[in-house]
Nanobody
Framework: QLVESGGGLVQTGGSLRLSCRAS????????MSWFRQAPGKEREFVAG????????YEGDSVRGRFTISKDSIRNMVYLQMNSLKPEETATYYC?????????????????WGRGTQVTVSS
């Protein structure tokens, strides 16, 4: 129901744009978010967008460098990542939270994509 794309290998300081496509069966949603998980670490909130209002939230470590956006017509959400750092190498996941509530916790998400790998070389 969620398919991520756009990951790849990039040098330190480079940029990538991730995309997430939601299927038509996921029309009911409160928010869509991006999380990331590096090997041996917990899944971390990156950014989220409230679907009805377009209000966005970013994690402290990415604020000012990453931007989340949505296209309601195409049922897509994007993550523009600039000034990437090696420590941001991770699998990036798209998620949907169906009901209103806290969006930055991974255990409150209802639907997950399979993820896309982002590798930042030093």
């Amino acid at each position: 129901q969620l398919v991520e794309s756009g990951g790849g290998l990039v040098q330190t300081g480079g940029s990538l744009r991730l995309s997430c496509r939601a299927s038509s069966r996921t029309d009911e949603r409160y928010a869509m978010s991006w999380f990331r998980q590096a090997p041996g670490k917990e899944r971390e909130f990156v950014a989220g967008v409230i679907w009805s209002t377009g209000r966005t939230y970013e994690g402290d470590s990415v604020r000012g460098r990453f931007t989340i956006s949505k296209d309601s017509i195409r049922n897509m959400v994007y993550l523009q990542m600039n000034s990437l750092k090696p420590e941001e190498t991770a699998t990036y996941y798209c998620s949907i939270k169906i009901w209103p509530g806290v969006i930055f916790r991974s255990d409150t998400q209802d639907i997950w994509g399979r993820g896309t790998q982002v590798t930042v070389s030093s």
